[in-house]
């Protein structure tokens, strides 16, 4: 062979052996087909799903974003919130579990145990630890959307909490089919599809579930918005490996330095009520009534309203301490670039929308927030 | 041509008569253990290759240092001052665990993995084929005889070695700076584990496994360029250029599609490291795509060294 053949021979084997290595790479996951699975009544899989206890398992969740969510700093608008690039979940199939959302170059970590629960920010090196006993644990139980520490690390980061919770809540006023099967993270799941019933005024199309066929732990969670066939918003697992964990993952000792603040259970629901707004700006769907939030209508329609913190853009100028005059109106020239002002029965005020709903930031201070058109969320700042 | 060297290169030694050929027997191969020797004993006499290296070896010193300082001096009342953390918005870690002799040195790596460690990488490249070729030195090692393939092979691991080299030095030093500063104190994962001694060292030697890894996809394809032109500058440009290229295309999100295709679209991945329990799954991919640019400029390579005149 003529050395000139060997090095075309060379080079087109090596260059195509490793386009084609790089190409394996870019390529999606999970292209296989649908399994087949026994038929099931939405009915029995909704109450197997809200029935089961998740087995011990390590999964690898990831969310996709295409909400739009302008960030404005200091109103519930915050894009950040599903800023990251995977959260990692353990879970020992009792009572507790390790949430860790990692972040660029920082992580959340959230570990809960049968008694205790911790949370640390590598970014700021901030602890917070709640703990409760028994009658702490009854009473928050009963609260609405789960003790505070459940919220710490049921919250979004978690999708078969997430899901859960948010089948539960909107049974009354959505048709619940199951929707054929699909393959989520390698495994076999049913698609559980919620579509809102037509009274319902609402940007949403439908949210769809995968729930696994053997575990029944929600696998992924969809949000589709009217007039778009990718989701608007996907959470769900790439990765689901149901096996017994390292019991040293549930386990959390504050790193030293650190700031560690302790909290019991109790005192704690002020500050879910917060955390609860500021998810609920984001998704529209958790119907927080605690510090100082209200909400008008229910289900796919549910606006909720809150009042802007003192130094949010809204808030009166008057009120405003000296310093932070100037950044309100920077913030001010920031949502009349990102908004459109409108008026009605409320007064005026300026409406951001994104891609399933809006928010409107009322001259008054108040923010009212839905997965609605504008119009909704309007009236519903009359009527308050 | 492989096989055929001194044939090939006989006519040549005359004019120059370093070698007369009739001295050699026949067919006998120059001891390959020894054409290894001879190569990194070059490079490292070389001054330039001395010299980045104490670049290499100075920068986490002089970040630790200057971290230590920084946090030492307005920042006294708060150790870990929100104001730090919020004003170094892009690299947190660096700024509340910065000292650590965990996070100093895997921070160290990923900051010098951006340029200035595939530098030395492309210079050694560039010295290794082009170099020698402007300088007549290639022609002796085809007279000893040293068929072109096996050549190929002594040149790449002497950017190994050259690689494996700077990415230990640079670890080893925010390791030593780290331990001066902070002692054993904060060997803490971002995850807000404390880790052992030996869970950090085995870390740091899967950072410098990787990132030799990673920069030896970069020699791979500096050695490519290195075998095709008589400049040593062209292979460093061109190398330097295609990194900053390829660092402004993963900016922007309009072109996901190709990242995957994009080499230092995996330097992210080495903070998965500073994770407790760390997750191999971003590493194991950078590793892969690393190794598609290795077979990619190594055949390139093979293929222009087999072709080329004298």
């Given at each position: 062979m003529r050395p000139s053949t060997k090095a075309l021979i060379a080079a087109g084997t090596g260059i195509a052996a490793g386009i084609a290595g790089l190409a394996l790479t870019a390529l999606p996951a999970g292209a296989d087909d649908d399994p087949v699975l026994p038929a099931i009544d939405a009915e029995q899989l909704v109450a197997s799903a809200l029935e089961a206890r998740p087995p011990a398992f390590a999964g690898v969740a990831e969310v996709q974003n295409e909400l739009g969510l302008p960030s404005v700093p200091g109103t519930p608008i915050d894009a950040e919130l599903l800023d990251f690039d995977a959260v990692r979940v353990f879970h020992d199939g009792e009572e507790s579990a390790r949430v860790q959302v990692e972040r660029q170059s920082s992580e959340l970590t959230f570990v809960k145990t049968p008694d205790e629960a911790w949370a640390y920010d590598s970014q700021e090196n901030t602890v917070q630890h709640v703990t409760w006993d028994e009658a702490d644990l009854a009473a928050a139980r009963e609260h609405a959307g789960g003790s505070a520490a459940g919220e710490m690390t049921n919250g979004l980061a978690d999708p078969s909490q997430a899901a859960t919770e948010i089948i539960e809540r909107l049974r009354p006023t959505s048709d619940i089919v199951v929707d054929g099967t699909a393959r989520v993270a390698g495994r076999a799941a049913y698609e559980l599809v919620l579509t809102p019933k037509p009274a319902e005024k609402t940007l949403l199309r439908e949210v769809t579930v995968a729930i696994d066929e053997e575990t029944r732990v929600p696998l992924r969670f969809d949000v589709f918005a009217n007039g778009s066939s990718d989701p608007v918003l996907s959470l769900g697992f790439v990765e689901f490996e149901v096996g017994a964990q390292d019991a040293d993952l549930f386990e959390f000792t504050p790193p030293e330095g650190a700031e560690v603040e302790t909290t019991e259970a109790g005192d704690l629901a002020g500050a879910a009520g917060e955390r609860a707004g500021a998810e609920s700006g984001a998704e529209g769907t958790e119907p927080g009534t605690e510090q100082g939030l209200t909400t008008v209508g229910?289900?796919?329609d549910t606006v909720v309203i809150g009042a802007a913190p003192a130094d949010a853009p809204g808030a009166p100028a008057g009120a405003l301490p000296e310093g932070s005059a100037e950044s309100g109106q920077d913030l001010d020239g920031l949502l009349g670039q990102i908004g459109e002002p409108v008026s009605g029965e409320f007064g005026s005020g300026t409406h951001v929308p994104f891609a399933v709903g809006g928010v409107i930031i009322a001259d008054d201070g108040r923010i009212a927030a839905g997965a609605v058109p504008q119009q909704v969320l309007v009236d519903a700042l009359g009527t308050e | 041509m492989t096989t055929g060297g001194p044939m090939a290169t006989g006519p040549m030694t005359l004019p120059e008569g370093t070698v007369p050929p009739e001295v050699l027997p026949a067919r006998r191969r120059a001891p390959f253990g020894r054409l290894l020797r001879a190569e990194v004993r070059w490079i490292f006499r070389r001054p330039r290759t001395l010299v980045v290296l104490a670049l290499l070896a100075a920068l986490p010193v002089i970040t630790g240092v200057a971290v230590d300082l920084s946090l030492d001096g307005p920042g006294a009342s708060a150790p870990v001052g929100p104001g730090a953390a919020g004003a170094g918005g892009e690299a947190p870690i660096f700024v509340t665990m910065a000292t650590s002799a965990f996070v100093l040195p895997l921070g160290s790596l990923m900051t010098l993995l951006m340029l200035l460690l595939p530098l030395t990488v492309a210079m050694a490249s560039g010295d290794a084929l082009a170099g020698e070729q402007s300088t007549g030195a290639l022609r002796g090692w085809l007279l000893a005889p040293v068929a072109r393939g096996r050549l190929l092979v002594v040149k790449s691991v002497g950017v190994l070695v050259v690689a494996l080299a700077a990415s230990t030095l640079v670890v080893t030093s925010g390791l030593v700076t780290g331990l001066v500063l902070a002692g054993t104190d904060g060997l803490v994962s971002m995850s807000g584990t404390e880790l052992s001694i030996g869970g950090v060292l085995w870390r740091l030697a899967i950072a410098i496994a990787w990132a030799t890894v990673y920069l030896m996809a970069v020699g791979a394809v500096a050695l490519a360029i290195s075998a095709s032109t008589e400049h040593p500058m062209v292979v460093v440009v061109s190398v330097l250029g295609g990194l900053i290229v390829s660092q402004v295309l993963l900016?922007?999100?309009?072109?996901d599609w190709l990242h995957?295709?994009?080499?230092?679209?995996?330097?992210?991945?080495?903070?998965?490291?500073?994770?407790?329990?760390?997750?191999f799954d971003g590493l194991a991919e950078g590793a892969f795509r690393a190794l598609c640019y290795l077979v990619i400029g190594l055949s390139l390579a093979y293929a222009r060294l087999t072709t080329r005149d004298g």
């Open positions: 229910d289900g796919w | 900016q922007f999100s309009a072109l995957p295709y994009l080499l230092p679209s995996s330097l992210d991945s080495l903070v998965d490291l500073i994770r407790d329990p760390v997750s």
